[in-house]
T-cell receptor, first 118, second 113 residues
């Protein structure tokens, strides 16, 4: 089946620094990737939709200047948390849709990245 | 506003008990429905999905779900749970033709031997 990876799986950074998280589709080309945020014991909240070769579409309430998304290739999307603060600490999950797969609208999820800002 | 509700936040069962987790959504029109499972320390995995056709869908590991359009529901069921089913279960909906998935708040299932 389709595999999505994320790197790093866990990162600790100091307040005010920036952190980049990578999301890769390993065995398919993903024109669309999605970034979610999951707080402890809560559901996934869609942050933005990342489209290859174009600007990301952010959900209401998500600061585009703080959460920079770049989808530079068909297998890689990156999320950069700029000037991170402790309230940005969370679990960030990406997913990718395989347009060539047998089932449309199915998203494949990465394992997530745990961000802790101190 | 579009939303997905999971009324069971935490369910505790003994092995071999039957399971039903509720999921209701608030969309009109055509929807695609999903149940995902997140085992402790692992990433989200698709249990089953409904796009069209038979409203009773069967997924992996003995799970099934029934789409009842008139009730805007997509409840997950399993006749006999196992200890290994302990996990977090998420219902999700997307409304054609968008790709966006809206997730419910999740249900934590604990199964004791």
């Amino acid at each position: 089946g389709a595999v999505v990876s994320q790197h790093p799986s866990w990162v600790i950074c100091k307040s005010g620094t920036s952190v980049k998280i990578e999301c890769r589709s390993l065995d398919f080309q993903a024109t669309t990737m999605f970034w979610y945020r999951q707080f402890p014991k809560q559901s996934l909240m869609l942050m933005a939709t990342s489209n290859e070769g174009s600007k990301a579409t952010y959900e209401q309430g998500v600061e585009k200047d703080k959460f920079l998304i770049n989808h530079a290739s068909l297998t890689l999307s990156t999320l950069t948390v700029t000037s991170a603060h402790p309230e940005d600490s969370s679990f960030y999950i990406c997913s990718a849709r395989d347009p060539g797969g047998p089932i449309s609208y199915e998203q494949y999820f990465g394992p997530g990245t745990r961000l802790t800002v101190t | 506003a579009q939303s997905v509700s999971q009324h069971n936040h935490h369910v505790i069962l003994s092995e071999a008990a039957s399971l039903e987790l509720g999921c209701n959504y608030s969309y009109g029109g055509t929807v695609n429905l999903f149940w995902y499972v997140q085992y402790p320390g692992q990433h989200l995995q698709l249990l089953l999905k409904y796009f069209s056709g038979d409203p009773l869908v069967k997924g992996i590991k003995g799970f099934e779900a029934e789409f009842i359009k008139s009730k805007f529901s997509f409840n997950l069921r399993k006749p006999s749970v196992q200890w290994s089913d302990t996990a977090e279960y998420f219902c999700a909906v997307n409304q054609s033709p968008t790709d966006k998935l809206i997730f419910g708040t999740g249900t934590r299932l604990q199964v004791f031997p």
